[in-house]
């Protein structure tokens, strides 16, 4: 478990579900609740896609803006037809660690948790990967292990680093 977030709330992943199956590369999650309303980019959000590639992608309760193909899936931030930073809701992305990443084959692999109350809730996503996808170790806990905090009201994104350790690779 993670220490506090900036409320004092205590961060525990560990009754959460896994929203990426184990030993997965380049997949999204289904639509998940943000569980408040977000301001980013000048845009409302309020659910999120995660990417096993470390990075989440903003989105509407019932949106049909669903990333599963096209340059999604390359790791260039500056690609024309993939994230470039305008006010557009198809590029809406927080990335934490944003790399080709493959998720742990035991134990969590991507897990969400929202903590406290209104006006002071905290959504948190926890990503447990193998660095690169690539990598051979198959080691419990993974390779890496980081978090992307997303706070009520103040809007403040936070990203906190755990173990972070390149694996060996053939």
């Known amino acids: ?9 205590s961060i525990d992943i560990s009754d959460s579900p896994d929203l990426i199956p184990g030993n997965s590369i380049e997949m999204f999650s289904a639509l998940q609740p943000l569980g408040f309303d977000l ?14 590639n470390g990075f989440i992608r903003l989105a509407f309760r019932n ?37 080709f990443m493959r998720t742990s084959s035991a134990g969590p692999t991507i897990r969400s948790v929202l903590t406290g109350s209104a006006p002071n809730r905290c959504r948190t996503i926890t990503w447990h990967v193998y660095i690169p996808e690539s990598s051979t170790n ?9 978090q992307l905090r997303i706070y ?19």
Request: glycine share 6%; aromatic share 18%; hydrophobic share 40%.
């Open 1 to 9: 478990n993670y220490e506090a977030d900036l409320f004092g709330n």
């Open 39 to 52: 301001i980013f980019m000048n845009r409302h959000f309020n659910h999120f896609y995660v990417h096993s």
């Open 63 to 99: 949106s049909a803006n669903y990333p599963s193909t096209g340059s999604w899936f390359m790791n260039d931030l500056t690609i024309v037809n993939g994230y470039k930073p305008e006010l557009d809701i198809s590029n809406a992305i927080i990335a934490p660690f944003w790399s």
């Open 138 to 146: 198959s080691t419990v806990p993974a390779d890496g292990e980081f």
């Open 152 to 170: 009520e009201t103040s809007g403040i994104i936070e990203f906190v680093y755990r173990r972070m350790t390149i694996g060996n690779t053939i």
